[in-house]
């Protein structure tokens, strides 16, 4: 591969809008949080200068969510969130934990959410009352 195939880490994660910033990219890989698999040989990124190519599978924590991404192909710019996502492919396993905690406790809601509604005030009423 040429090295026109190959793209710094946080350049390539600020391109497919992983990271508002390309300064907030680089602060996250300086931690340490990502780990490549590159040609059957895994280890952690720790550096923002180290490379990515096509056929890397970057691995991270992006808040209560595991991402798993594939690189399709280095970026050349940072454009709408269409051509950002044709630069990976999405590997992650769905996020079961989530979907079943909404499935099972309509009393808990999303942190950030707001205030409930008047229909979702009686909807939580006539749960609380069935369970007591």
Do not use: C, H
Not at 81 to 90: F, G, H, P, R, T
């Amino acid at each position: 591969m040429s090295e026109i195939d190959a793209q710094r880490i946080d350049k390539w994660l600020w391109y497919a809008r992983f990271f508002k910033t390309r300064s907030l990219a680089t602060k996250f890989v300086n931690a340490s949080k990502i780990r490549v698999k590159s040609n059957g040989q895994s280890g952690r990124i720790t550096k923002p200068s180290q490379t990515v190519k096509p056929d890397d599978v970057l691995t991270f924590a992006m808040g209560r969510q595991i991402r798993v991404i594939k690189v399709r192909a280095p970026g050349t710019r940072r454009g709408p969130a269409l051509e950002a996502q044709s630069l990976y492919e999405d590997l992650s396993p769905p996020n079961v934990e989530q979907a079943k905690a909404i499935s099972l406790s309509p009393g808990q809601r999303d942190e950030g959410s707001g205030r409930p509604t008047k229909r979702q005030r009686r909807a939580l009423d006539r749960w609380r009352s069935t369970s007591e």
